[in-house]
């Protein structure tokens, strides 16, 4: 896991998460993500770290590819079938959102969050009762 600020975006943390993930655990895997992280220069980035992954593409960018006609290019590789699975993340972040701490971040530091987080996690993964 890695904290953000709450402004911060998402998509810049892609990078150095996969790059942390790596350094654990160098089996291949492969990105599953929401159209929030298709853009273009996430999609190179993924490229350049050899990270196979499926992001649908935006209706915007579809549609900014089909003006163009043939020197549009092709459309990124998406293979839906596998993309079906991306649910059982959303479900995670659901179950976390539970803790309204976590939901609210009620708290003033980051490593007090952190903790609150990781014990959310934790007690999820575990499925203890509270």
Same mark, same amino acid.
């Given at each position: 896991? /890695? ?28 990105? /599953? ?80 969050? /952190? ?16």
């Amino acid at each position: 896991m /890695l904290l953000t600020k709450g402004q911060a975006g998402d998509n810049p943390m892609l990078e150095p998460l996969i790059r942390q993930h790596r350094e654990r655990d160098r089996r291949p895997f492969r990105l /599953l993500a929401d159209k929030a992280y298709s853009h273009p220069s996430t999609r190179r980035r993924l490229r350049r770290l050899q990270s196979p992954h499926t992001i649908p593409e935006r209706s915007d960018q579809i549609a900014r590819r089909n003006a163009k006609g043939r020197a549009g290019g092709r459309p990124p590789a998406f293979d839906a079938d596998l993309y079906r699975h991306r649910n059982t993340t959303e479900r995670a972040f659901g179950r976390l959102k539970q803790w309204r701490g976590i939901a609210t971040r009620y708290d003033k530091y980051a490593i007090t969050y /952190l903790g609150g987080v990781i014990l959310a996690t934790i007690v999820a993964n575990h499925r203890i009762q509270i």
